[in-house]
């Protein structure tokens, strides 16, 4: 039997043999193919090998297999990139929960997840997932039904929402870390998906951070940030080049929503990509129908806010300057004329992450205006959350909503200091007020994401420290003494800041009994 390196090395000499050359995309198979390879930019040595061949500019070609096709479900005598899986394992990655739940979470993913976020193709999932010998990709599976359960109402989810969400966040990890997939576009989606799962209170090397990381990485290196729309000269199929463009604008808006939340630089440069916007064809699903579900609204001015955001954050880099803070401002003030006015989740939600990003720019660059414009902006943060709460559809918020939570609350109290400073007292009540109304959604989302209690536990510290200031400086005009449980308020940030537990279910099987369905 061929070494692994020795049938590397053969795999390279056919994509050189058949590959570079080939005039169809399914030179290796006679299926639709599932491996494809991205040369790289010009400085990468198969990029060079590719040119002297092939003079086209191609930058997607058709890659032979590098592993057999592996079967649907995995067994024990699997054997995967962490080697072979134990009996107990590869029953529990076969395993989900019954029927009944299946097909509420598939249905909350369609109707609360997907319009926003269509990281798959909704037309061919639900087609899969009506056929038992066809079934969709396991782990983009399992990863469906953690994102749904994440905000999910269902009277046997609810209940039990953390230990529900902890297995199947060990389902889809693993299969991801196995890497047990036939097509790498699936660990895109998958990453996409497991980020809705909030493991611990470390916010570098797991949660949301680390898993948009690794789905922009995989985007990367399968070059779906480089151009394919018709100006392209790559044999892919049409569906193929949508899908990646589609997933491409979704990576970008995660990870740069990602790196706004943590002020950290974003792996994703505006000067690395030319992959043009998205269009409403970009939308459509595999058979070339229109994706009914999908707010193409949304998408097209939420990946048009980003790439503004993307702007900001390199503004704020160490080795940057602030000249281009004009022309972002202009760039946000014209998006705002085409920003939808009615109340639905979507609008909210384009409203907050608008809002956000104002914010941030404002309190970052300091311009004559930026005190009113902040204000203005943490306001419609606020009303924004508070026409969702109105609408019963804040649950439908993802892993980001703490962070325009928090950009407001932080704006409301440091507003009702600068305020107290200036004596200017029906201000400092306005933010006050505005601080305790915060607390309302946040106790909400505070049901779904377990992130949340912090903001929560934080928020009343902010309103409890902000009534105490309030007090102290009415005390001198009523006469009287404040309350003495107000007069010392302190925010105690230990108790903010500890880290919240969830189940441990990495080892052993105790859990539902609903959630082993087989």
């Not at 497991?194 to 990485?217: F, L, M």
């Not at 009702?416 to 106790?443: C, D, F, I, W, Y």
């Amino acid at each position: 039997m061929p070494s692994p390196q020795a049938s590397r090395d053969e795999t390279l000499n056919r994509f050189y043999e058949r590959g570079i050359g080939a005039r169809h995309w399914e030179v290796f198979h006679e299926a639709d193919p599932i491996r494809i390879v991205y040369v790289g930019d010009s400085t990468a040595n198969l990029h060079q090998l590719v040119q002297a061949e092939q003079p086209a500019n191609r930058l997607h070609f058709p890659f032979p297999a590098i592993k057999p096709l592996l079967p649907w479900k995995p067994d024990a005598t699997q054997t995967t990139a962490g080697g072979y899986l134990i009996g107990a394992v590869a029953q529990d990655l076969a395993s989900f929960p019954t029927r009944i739940v299946r097909d509420s979470l598939v249905q909350t993913y369609f109707d609360d997840i997907h319009p926003c976020y269509p990281v798959i193709d909704e037309e061919e999932f639900r087609r899969q997932y009506r056929d038992p010998d066809d079934p969709p990709p396991l782990i983009l599976f399992h990863a469906v039904l953690l994102a749904a359960a994440r905000i999910s109402d269902h009277p046997m989810i609810a209940p039990s929402r953390p230990t529900v969400t902890a297995t199947l966040f060990r389902r889809a990890k693993a299969l991801f870390e196995a890497r047990y997939e036939n097509d790498r576009v699936h660990l895109v989606q998958a990453a996409l998906l497991i980020a809705w799962h909030v493991e611990d209170s470390d916010t570098i090397s797991s949660n949301a951070y680390h898993w948009i990381g690794q789905a922009t990485r995989i985007a990367l290196g399968l070059g779906m940030h480089r151009d394919l729309t018709g100006r392209s000269t790559t044999l892919m199929p049409g569906f193929d080049r949508r899908h990646y463009r589609r997933l491409w604008w979704l990576v970008l808006q995660a990870e740069t929503m990602t790196a706004l939340e943590y002020g950290r630089p974003s792996m994703i440069r505006a000067e690395d990509y030319d992959q043009p916007p998205l269009s409403q064809s970009d939308l459509l699903n595999f058979d070339g129908s229109p994706d009914t579900l999908a707010c193409i609204e949304y998408v097209l001015l939420n990946s048009e806010l980003c790439e503004i955001a993307l702007a900001m954050l390199a503004l704020n880099a160490p080795r940057s300057s602030l000249d281009n803070a004009i022309n972002i401002d202009e760039q946000l003030a014209g998006l705002a004329l085409r920003l939808p006015r009615n109340n639905s989740f979507w609008c909210c939600q384009l409203r907050i992450s608008y809002s956000l990003v104002v914010l941030l720019l404002h309190r970052t660059t300091r311009s004559q205006d930026s005190a009113i414009i902040s204000r203005e902006a943490s306001s419609s943060i606020l009303t924004s959350f508070e026409s969702m709460l109105s609408n019963g559809t804040i649950r439908q918020c993802s892993y980001h909503c703490s962070t325009p939570l928090l950009a407001a609350g932080i704006h409301f109290f440091q507003d009702l200091k600068t305020a107290k400073t200036a004596t200017s007292l029906m201000r400092a009540n306005a933010a006050h007020g505005q601080l305790e109304r915060l607390l309302r959604p946040v106790e909400e989302l505070a049901k779904y994401w377990p992130h949340v209690e912090a903001l929560s536990k934080l928020c009343i510290s902010l309103f409890s420290r902000g009534t105490a200031m309030l007090s102290d400086a009415t005390v001198p005009l009523l006469g009287t003494q404040p309350p003495s449980d107000l007069t010392h308020a302190e925010i105690s940030w230990q108790d903010i800041m500890a880290g919240y537990q969830l189940p441990d279910l990495r080892h052993g099987l105790d859990t539902e009994e609903w959630m082993y369905s087989l």
